[in-house]
Structures are given as C-alpha cells and as structure tokens.
C-alpha cells in the first residue's frame, strides 16, 4: 500500500506558473503508475495526465496538452505536475492517484491523496 501526499497548490494569476508535487511513501514509487486528477466546484472529477511506472509514457487530457507536463522521480519517491500558462478554467483541488497496474485517463486508480488546492485568478 501506498500513501500520497500533494503539495505546492495555492494562488496564481493567469497566465502564471505552479508546480505541484506528491510524495509518496509505504512503498517505492517505480511499482506505480502515478496520475493527477482535478475537480472544480460543482463538477466531477476529472483526469488531467498520467505517468507509466518509469516514465517512458505520458498522457495529457486536451484542455492542458501543451500547458502541463508531468514528470516523476522515483528517487525521490515523488511526482510533479509542472503547471504553465495557467486559466481560471485551471482552478480545481488537484489530486495525485496512484495504481500498479493501470495506465489510462479514467479514475480507476486505487490509492488517492488528499488534494491541494489550485486558484487561478483573472
């Protein structure tokens, strides 16, 4: 089992940066493939990029494609979400989620964090 924890959120004007981490621990993180998910106020939860266990692939949902990048450092135990030219449509609690077999955009991943939350203004 496996234990996240997100920090790094807060507030940015548009147009900014932020960058966003999850550590993990109980277990290494290469036995992960590693996400970030995202839920507005009102919303559903929403997938945004994914990670396999050693990095050699990613997926991006399209309204950041371009924008976002994620990245991981299994040394580390940790996994980034490099945020650029962020938009109020960007505000959300961001999620870390974590599963050792799937890799894909839906919310089956088994193991969650508690979410940090992500204020974009205009």
């Known amino acids: 089992q496996v234990q996240l924890v997100e920090s790094g959120g807060g507030s940015v004007p548009a147009g900014g940066s932020l960058r966003l981490s999850c550590a993990a621990s109980?277990?290494?993180?290469?036995?992960?493939?590693m996400a970030w998910f995202r839920q507005a106020p009102g919303k559903g939860r929403e997938f945004v990029a994914t990670i396999s266990w050693r990095g050699g692939s990613t997926l991006y949902a399209n309204s950041v494609k371009g924008r976002f990048t994620i990245s991981r450092d299994n040394a580390k135990n940790t996994v980034y979400l490099q945020m650029n030219s962020v938009k109020p449509e960007d505000t959300a609690v961001y999620y870390c989620?974590?599963?050792?077999?799937?890799?894909?955009?839906?919310?089956?991943?088994?193991?969650w964090g508690q979410g940090t939350q992500v204020t974009v203004s205009s």
């Open positions: 989620a974590a599963d050792d077999e799937y890799f894909g955009l839906a919310a089956e991943y088994d193991y």
């Open positions: 109980g277990r290494t993180l290469s036995s992960y493939v």
